[in-house]
C-alpha cells in the first residue's frame, strides 16, 4: 500500500532554514509527480510546492525564490528545502501523491517559526 512518511520539522526561528523529506514506499516513485501541502491552524489546507516526474517544479507564490522542492528517486524521498523562513510559514506540512485516482497523505510534520 502508498505509504507516506514526513520528517524534519521543528522549531526554527525567522530567517532560518529547514529541510522537509517524505519517505514514500508502494508505488513507482520515479513515475509520480509529488507534492508538499501545508496547513496552518485555523486555515484551509494549501500547495507548497509540486515536481512532477521529470523534474519540474511549481511553487506557490509565496514560497518562490525560498523554498525548493526536490526528489531523489533512488530513495523514493522528496524534499523540500525551506530557507528565509517567517513565521507565516508555521503549519503541518504534508506531502501528497495522486497514485490510481486516489490522494494520499502522510501524517505531517510541524514547522514552527517563533523567536
Known amino acids: 500500500q502508498v505509504q507516506l512518511v514526513e520528517s524534519g520539522g521543528g522549531l526554527v526561528q525567522p530567517g532560518g532554514s529547514l529541510r522537509l523529506s517524505c519517505a514514500t514506499s508502494g508505488f513507482t516513485f520515479s513515475s509520480y509527480a509529488m507534492s508538499w501541502y501545508r496547513q496552518a491552524t485555523g486555515k484551509e489546507r494549501e500547495l507548497v510546492a509540486v515536481i512532477s516526474s521529470g523534474g519540474s517544479t511549481y511553487y506557490a507564490e509565496s514560497m518562490k525564490g525560498r523554498f525548493t522542492i526536490s526528489r531523489d528517486n533512488a530513495k523514493n524521498t522528496v524534499y523540500l528545502q525551506m530557507n528565509s523562513l517567517k513565521p507565516e510559514d508555521t503549519a503541518v506540512y504534508y506531502c501528497?501523491?495522486?497514485?490510481?485516482?486516489?490522494?494520499?497523505w502522510g501524517q505531517g510534520t510541524q514547522v514552527t517559526v517563533s523567536s
Open positions: 501528497n501523491v495522486v497514485h490510481d485516482l486516489s490522494s494520499y
